[in-house]
């Protein structure tokens, strides 16, 4: 599968933006999904995942509550929403995912098998 994300910009701090991942081919709906993001100089580091049937979804703690994943497997996209964000959250956001049939529950950068590009978020504050 591929992955293209696309929707980063420069925000204010408090403002919000609206991630896409759209992916190719006709198996979406059998991959889940994650998003991750590298900070200049820091590792990559888990941000969201979201089950391939979109019922499960898990997030790091320092976006729990601001941040939603979502997917609609019929336009074969997922999607981040990122509100309330602040300076911190600037980043370069990379989508990323892993078939069904790899049964963990962790969400390390080696669990993901397939990787987008990347899409620049910079907050202003």
């Known amino acids: 599968v591929q992955l293209q994300a696309s929707g980063g910009g420069l925000v204010q701090a408090g403002g919000s933006l609206r991630l896409s991942c759209a992916a190719s081919g006709r198996t979406f709906s059998s991959y889940a999904m994650g998003w991750f993001r590298q900070a200049p100089g820091q590792e990559r580091e888990f941000v969201a995942h979201?089950?391939?049937?979109?019922?499960?979804?898990y997030y790091a703690d320092s976006v729990k509550g601001r941040f939603a994943i979502s997917r609609d497997n019929a336009k074969n996209t997922v999607y981040l929403q990122m509100n309330s964000l602040k300076p911190e959250d600037t980043a370069v956001y990379y989508c990323?995912?892993?078939?069904?049939?790899?049964?963990?529950?962790?969400?390390?950068?080696?669990?993901?098998?397939?990787w987008g590009q990347g899409t620049l978020v910079t907050v202003s504050s």
């Open positions: 979201i089950s391939w049937t979109g019922k499960g979804t």
């Open positions: 990323a995912a892993r078939h069904l049939t790899k049964a963990t529950m962790t969400f390390t950068r080696g669990s993901y098998d397939y």
